[in-house]
C-alpha cells in the first residue's frame, strides 16, 4: 500500500518555525493533491492546508492563513508545510494525507483523503 510519511515535527517555543516533509514512497506523489490536517490531545482532527497536484490551488484554515505555507516540489516527491509563528495552541499531531489531483470542493474534510501518514509531533512552548 503506498504510504505517505511525515517528518519535521519537533519542539519549537512561540513565535518559532518548523517545516515539515510529506514524502510519498513507491510511486510519485504529482498526480495527487494533499492535505495536511492535525490532531492534539482531546480534540478532532482538523483541517490545515492543502496544495492541487500542480501547486497551483491552496487552501488553508483560517487559523493558520498568513503564517502556514504549504508547497510541492514534485521532483523530489515532497510536499511541505512551512509553519511560522506558531503557538501553542499550534501544538498537535501533523497528518498528511493523499487527495484529489485538484482537491474539489470538499477539500477540508478528511475523507476527502486517503494513504495517510503516521503523523509528526509539533510542540510548542509558551
Known amino acids: 500500500q503506498v504510504q505517505l510519511v511525515e517528518s519535521g515535527g519537533g519542539l519549537v517555543q512561540a513565535g518559532g518555525s518548523l517545516r515539515l516533509s510529506c514524502v510519498r514512497s513507491?510511486?510519485?506523489?504529482?498526480?495527487?493533491?494533499v492535505g495536511w490536517f492535525r490532531q492534539a490531545p482531546g480534540k478532532d482532527r482538523e483541517f490545515v492546508a492543502a496544495?492541487?497536484?500542480?501547486?497551483?490551488?491552496?487552501f488553508y484554515a483560517d487559523s493558520v492563513k498568513g503564517r502556514f505555507t504549504i508547497s510541492r516540489d514534485n521532483a523530489k516527491n515532497t510536499v511541505y508545510l512551512q509553519m511560522n509563528s506558531l503557538k501553542p495552541e499550534d501544538a498537535a499531531v501533523y497528518y498528511c494525507?493523499?487527495?484529489?489531483?485538484?482537491?474539489?470542493?470538499?477539500?477540508?474534510?478528511?475523507?476527502?483523503?486517503?494513504?495517510w501518514g503516521q503523523g509528526t509531533q509539533v510542540t510548542v512552548s509558551s
Open positions: 494525507a493523499a487527495g484529489r489531483p485538484y482537491l474539489g470542493s470538499e477539500y477540508s474534510r478528511s475523507n476527502q483523503y486517503d494513504n
Open positions: 496544495i492541487s497536484w500542480t501547486g497551483s490551488i491552496t
Open positions: 513507491g510511486r510519485p506523489i504529482s498526480n495527487y493533491g
